[in-house]
């Protein structure tokens, strides 16, 4: 009997490939959520976390919207009117939910960073395997994974938000409106992240659209492998440039 061609393992290899980092992403996700429910159980977290959760609720709970015990109407210090949108998982989970929700807002990220990565064959595909090696190793990902006292912060939702951002304005989507409008609603600072991102895609591909209706010509490359230098992060709060 013959053996396996050097085609067919190929293919078995592109195939491992291919799954192989979608399962690594949703172990390490999964692990974080875990890790992240059993330090607050331990009573690691205190401070905004409570003030996060009662923001996601105050309204649906019958008083002002984004309103929280701490400092009472939050809309004077912050615009975190994407909390609202917590409200499905925080209503059931409670805090946990505000876990529940970063996490699947991350899986659904680089679902979208892998699923563009796998349409391309040359040194781009490495290129947004370094934007995940980015938000998993970068200086962001200290809060990501644990954000210590705080336990969580809204602002973390900018991060990918701006990759789905940057994704959808790659590929045309209308849905880069529907992100670019919850960036701005993330937090004050909001606005600038899309307006650089947005800049930042017009200026990377002004040579690959025919006008800003066409298409994008073969071998193109996208706004994605760039998104990371739109931002900074700096102890304790954003500092988006």
């Known amino acids: 009997m013959n053996g396996p061609s050097g085609k067919s393992r190929r293919g078995v290899i592109g195939q491992t490939v291919s799954w192989l980092p979608p399962a690594l992403a949703l172990a390490v996700i999964a692990y974080w ?4 429910s059993v330090l607050f159980h331990r009573l690691e977290y205190t401070s ?3 003030s996060n959760l009662e923001l996601s ?5 019958g008083r002002p919207l984004l309103w929280e015990n701490g400092f009472g109407d939050h809309k004077a210090i912050h615009n975190l009117y994407i909390a ?3 409200y499905p998982f925080t209503r059931f989970l409670g805090a946990y939910g ?3 929700a970063e996490a699947a807002l991350y899986g659904w990220a680089i679902h979208k960073i892998l699923s563009r990565a796998s349409l391309l064959t040359d040194y781009r595909r490495e290129l947004y395997w370094a934007v995940l090696a980015a938000i998993g190793l970068g200086p962001v990902a200290f809060w990501i994974w644990d954000n210590p006292i705080y336990g969580f912060h809204y602002e973390l939702a900018l991060v990918p938000l701006s990759a789905l951002f940057a994704v959808s304005l790659s590929e045309r989507s209308r849905w880069a409106w529907i992100f670019a409008a919850l960036i701005v609603l993330t937090r004050e600072e909001g606005a600038i992240v899309a307006w650089c991102i947005h800049v930042l895609h017009e200026v990377l591909n002004s040579r690959c659209y025919d006008g800003w209706h066409g298409s994008p010509e073969p071998g193109c490359s996208c706004s994605l492998p760039g998104w990371p230098c739109c931002w900074r992060w700096e102890p304790a709060t954003a500092a988006w440039v």
């Open 48 to 50: 905004d976390l409570f």
């Open 98 to 100: 505000l876990f529940a």
């Open 33 to 36: 959520l875990v890790v992240k």
């Open 57 to 61: 609720r105050s309204f649906f709970d």
């Open 84 to 86: 609202v949108l917590f």
